[in-house]
């Protein structure tokens, strides 16, 4: 059975920085795009991140552009996030989730695309 566990999340000030993490099992990781999303207390679940299958492709979300970076460890089956300069407008529990996409040289920010979601982390940012 598939399995992916974030982890990394905590309570920071704003203007620190956190890394998560998602490791993968029972998944054939390299051949899939992965994706971070995150949902707010009374907001829908967004796209914040995305990585192709050989992490060629990346996307973000404008709001974390040049302060999130994605990247992925295909030999560890390990997608992370390291966010930076955190403001309390990223309080949310993030999700990483993930794609059979093979091939393609793009990827998703759209949570319909996507089939396979851990259960989530959650990521607290004080003023």
């Known amino acids: 059975q598939v399995q992916m566990v974030e982890s990394g999340g905590g309570s920071v000030q704003a203007g620190g920085a956190l890394r998560l993490s998602c490791t993968a099992s029972?998944?054939?990781?390299?051949?899939?795009?992965m994706g971070w999303f995150r949902q707010a207390p009374g907001r829908e679940l967004e796209g914040v991140s995305c990585?192709?299958?050989?992490?060629?492709?990346?996307d973000y979300e404008d709001s974390v552009k040049g302060r999130f970076t994605i990247s992925r460890d295909n030999v560890k089956k390990t997608l992370y996030l390291e966010m930076n300069s955190l403001k309390p407008e990223d309080t949310a529990t993030y999700y990483c989730?993930?794609?059979?996409?093979?091939?393609?040289?793009?990827?998703?920010?759209?949570?319909?695309?996507?089939?396979?979601w851990g259960q989530g982390t959650q990521v607290t940012v004080s003023s």
């Open positions: 029972a998944l054939t990781f390299e051949d899939y795009a």
């Open positions: 990585i192709t299958w050989r992490g060629i492709g990346i």
């Open positions: 989730a993930a794609t059979y996409a093979w091939g393609r040289s793009t990827c998703s920010l759209q949570t319909a695309d996507f089939a396979l």
